[in-house]
């Protein structure tokens, strides 16, 4: 069975510091793997996405994150956070259509001024 | 965005009622999901739909049932409702591999 570990449930940031959360994953398969962000009282907002190829991605809002197959992880990073980053960050693994994802537990990140 | 709408957005009810929320989106999309998120738990999935009336159980689907009899609706039922159920509901569609999310139906259970 698929699954996703998010080891860090909150962090706390100095805006203008650099950001990187954490996500593991166990998948029988190539994942797909996804970040999504929410706002306090908010959907979820797709920040990027990793399906193959460059294991690089670019993302909205200035995210980035790195799919690491050795290591079963797939770790979002920011170099410079704003005060408006202040929020949940979930990460999730799928496959193909029909993709019922596995998120993890979120890690909800603070921004100090 | 897949022009996904949720309805009630917000919804309290008592212990044993029936409660059933729509998701409705608009772009003709074949699949789509509900999920329930609860804290530190991030978000799982109950049921979900590959076409009308095609659904099927997901990770958490006892004692919520669903429906969808057109493509653009998928219906998410609770038949008797329980503490255990209040919760914030999100539905969602997927295009091209990605899953978009509603805006969320917060529902509580007195």
């Known amino acids: 069975a698929q699954s996703v570990t998010q080891p860090d449930i909150h962090i706390t940031v100095s805006e203008g510091a650099s950001l990187e959360l954490r996500c593991n994953y166990s998948?029988?398969?190539?994942?797909?793997l996804f970040w999504y962000v929410q706002s306090p009282g908010q959907g979820l907002q797709l920040l990027l996405k990793?399906?193959?190829?460059?294991?690089l991605v670019q993302g909205i809002k200035g995210f980035e994150a790195e799919f690491k197959r050795s290591q079963s992880s797939f770790n979002l990073r920011k170099p410079s956070v704003h005060w408006s980053d202040a929020a949940e960050y979930f990460c999730a693994v799928g496959k193909a259509a029909g993709n019922k994802l596995t998120f993890g537990g979120g890690t909800r990140v603070l921004v100090k001024p | 965005d897949a022009g996904i709408t949720q309805s009630p957005r917000h919804k309290v009810t008592e212990t044993g009622t029936p409660v059933t929320l729509r998701c409705h989106q608009t772009e003709n999309h074949r699949y789509m999901y509900w999920y329930r998120q609860d804290p530190g738990h991030g978000l799982r999935l109950i049921h979900y739909s590959y076409g009308v009336k095609d659904t099927d159980k997901g990770e958490v689907s006892d004692g919520y049932s669903v429906s969808r009899s057109k493509t653009e609706d998928f219906l998410l039922t609770l038949e008797s409702a329980t503490s255990s159920q209040t919760s914030v509901y999100f539905c969602?569609?997927?295009?091209?591999?990605?899953?978009?999310f509603g805006e969320g139906s917060w529902l509580t259970v007195v």
């Open positions: 969602a569609s997927e295009s091209g591999n990605t899953i978009y």
């Open positions: 998948y029988g398969a190539t994942p797909y």
């Open positions: 990793y399906f193959s190829g460059d294991t």
